[in-house]
C-alpha cells in the first residue's frame, strides 16, 4: 500500500497571503471606489533591463539556427555565466571561487528548500525571527522541524529580532547544527556587520554548525563596511553555502535564475567518522534532479555584467530605492518608527503602542486604502509591525505617503 511523506501533512496552512486576499475583497466589495494601493507585494514592477532583452533575443536566435542550436546544458550551469560571476560578484569583494563552487539554478526558493535533500533528517535549525517562510516548510517537509505548538516549532530555534535587541539576532540557546541567515533581511530590512556576521561563522566553525546564508538582495546594500557576502569573514568557505538570486537584483522573478555557492572546503563528518565534501554531495543531487536553467535565461543573466547591464540594473534598484527613501522619510515624519530601506526594498513599521499587527493592517486598509503585510505572518517575533515593500510604482509610493500623513493629521 502507498503511503505518503506525513511531514507534509504537519505544514501549516500559510493564511498570510489567503487571508491578506480575502480581506481586501472584502472591503472592495462594500467600497468598490476605493482606489487601494498595495505595497504588500514581494515582486519587483520596472521591465528587464534592455541589455538583457538583447541577450534573450540574440540567445534566442541561436536556438533557431541548426548550428547554434543548443539542447540540453550543464546541470550546473555554462561556464560563461559562471565565470562572469566569480569575476564580478566575488573577486571584486577578495573572494576567489572556482567556477565548480558555482552551481546556477532556476532561483534561490529552489535552492534554499532543495538544499534539505543532502542534510540528514536529525539536523537541529536556528532561525531568526520574523523569518522568510520557506527556510521553516522546508524543513517541515524534511522531517527536522518536530510539532507545532501553534505558535512555533519544537525542534527550531527562533533567535528574535526586534527593538529590544536592534534587531541583532543573538546565537541560538540551543545547539543548532543548521542556521538560516538572511541579510540583508527579508522581512525587516535590517543588515548584520562585519562583527555581528563574524559570530556567527565563528560559532559556526566551533561548533559544526552549517550556516545557510541567503542573500538574494545583496544588491540593495548601500551603507559601507556591510558584507555583500558571507565569504567575507575568514572562515566561512569551511562553514557556510550561500544563495544568490536575480530576481530582485534584475527583475528575473519571471525568467528564474539564481545560483547557489557550495565551497569545496565545505566538509560534513558522516556518523562512520569520514568527512564528505558538500560540494561533491550537492553536484550528485543537481545531476539526478535538474538539468540546468534555460540557455537564453542563462545568457540573459550574463548580461547583467556587461557595462551597460550593469548601469541598467543600477537604475532600477535606485529606482526602488528611492521609493524606500520616500515612504522611511513620511513614515518618520508621520512618527512612526520604521526600520530598513536604506540597505533593501523592505519598510518594517512598528504599529503604533499596543496595535496588533493585524489590526493595523485593517486601519491602514480602511482610513489610509493601503494594502501591507502584517508583520506576525512572517513569525512570533513579527507581531506588532507591519511590512511595506518599496518595488511599486513611484506614484502609488508618493500617494499613498501622503494618504498616511493625512490620516495621522487627522488622528493628532
Ligand atoms: C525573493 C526572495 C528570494 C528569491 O527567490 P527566487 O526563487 O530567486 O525568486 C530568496 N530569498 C528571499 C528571502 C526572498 O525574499
Not at 290 to 295: E, I, L, M, S, V
Request: glycine share 10%; with cysteine.
Amino acid at each position: 500500500m502507498t503511503t505518503i511523506n506525513e511531514n507534509f501533512l504537519l505544514l501549516q496552512k500559510n493564511y498570510l497571503f489567503a487571508d491578506i486576499a480575502r480581506r481586501v475583497n472584502a472591503y472592495r466589495q462594500a467600497h468598490p471606489e476605493a482606489d487601494l494601493i498595495s505595497l504588500g507585494i514581494g515582486d519587483v514592477t520596472r521591465p528587464l533591463a534592455p541589455a538583457v532583452i538583447e541577450a534573450l533575443h540574440r540567445a534566442t536566435e541561436e536556438m533557431a539556427d541548426g548550428t547554434s542550436f543548443r539542447g540540453y546544458g550543464p546541470e550546473h550551469g555554462y561556464e560563461f555565466l559562471r565565470e562572469a560571476i566569480a569575476r564580478h560578484d566575488f573577486a571584486p569583494r577578495g573572494i576567489t571561487l572556482d567556477t565548480d563552487e558555482i552551481f546556477i539554478n532556476d532561483g534561490a526558493k529552489s535552492d534554499t528548500g532543495n538544499f534539505g535533500d543532502i542534510l540528514g533528517s536529525g539536523n537541529t535549525i536556528c532561525v531568526t525571527d520574523p523569518i522568510y517562510p520557506v527556510y521553516i516548510d522546508s524543513n517541515v517537509m524534511g522531517g527536522r522541524a518536530g510539532v507545532f505548538d501553534g505558535n512555533s516549532w519544537s525542534r527550531i530555534t527562533y533567535s528574535p529580532c526586534n527593538e529590544a535587541n536592534d534587531f541583532v539576532p543573538a546565537l541560538p540557546e540551543h545547539p543548532a547544527d543548521l542556521i538560516y541567515l538572511c541579510y540583508p533581511n527579508n522581512p525587516t530590512g535590517t543588515v548584520l556587520g562585519r562583527a555581528e556576521l563574524k559570530k556567527w561563522v565563528d560559532y559556526a566553525l566551533q561548533n559544526g554548525s552549517i550556516i545557510l546564508f541567503d542573500a538574494a538582495y545583496e544588491a540593495y546594500i548601500s551603507s559601507p563596511g556591510i558584507p555583500h557576502s558571507i565569504y567575507e569573514i575568514e572562515g566561512a568557505e569551511r562553514c557556510a553555502v550561500e544563495f544568490r538570486s536575480y530576481s530582485k537584483t534584475a527583475g528575473f522573478t519571471g525568467l528564474r535564475c539564481g545560483y547557489t555557492v557550495v565551497p569545496k572546503a565545505l566538509t560534513v563528518k558522516t556518523t562512520a567518522g569520514e568527512e564528505v565534501s558538500l560540494n561533491q554531495l550537492w553536484n550528485r543531487r543537481q545531476c539526478t534532479k535538474f538539468n540546468g536553467t534555460a540557455y537564453i535565461v542563462q545568457r540573459a543573466a550574463e548580461a547583467i555584467y556587461s557595462p551597460e547591464g550593469r548601469q541598467q540594473v543600477r537604475e532600477t534598484i535606485g529606482y526602488y530605492m528611492t521609493n524606500a527613501r520616500i515612504m522611511r522619510e513620511a513614515l518618520a515624519e508621520s512618527g512612526f518608527k520604521v526600520r530598513g530601506g536604506t540597505d533593501a526594498p523592505y519598510l518594517w513599521v512598528k504599529t503604533p503602542e499596543g496595535t496588533g499587527s493585524w489590526e493595523f493592517f485593517e486601519q491602514l486598509l480602511t482610513q489610509a486604502r493601503i494594502v501591507c503585510t502584517p508583520g506576525v505572518g512572517f513569525g512570533p517575533a513579527g507581531e506588532g509591525y507591519i511590512r511595506l515593500t518599496a518595488f511599486g510604482r513611484r506614484k502609488d509610493c508618493e500617494t499613498a505617503m501622503q494618504r498616511l500623513k493625512e490620516r495621522t493629521g487627522r488622528q493628532v
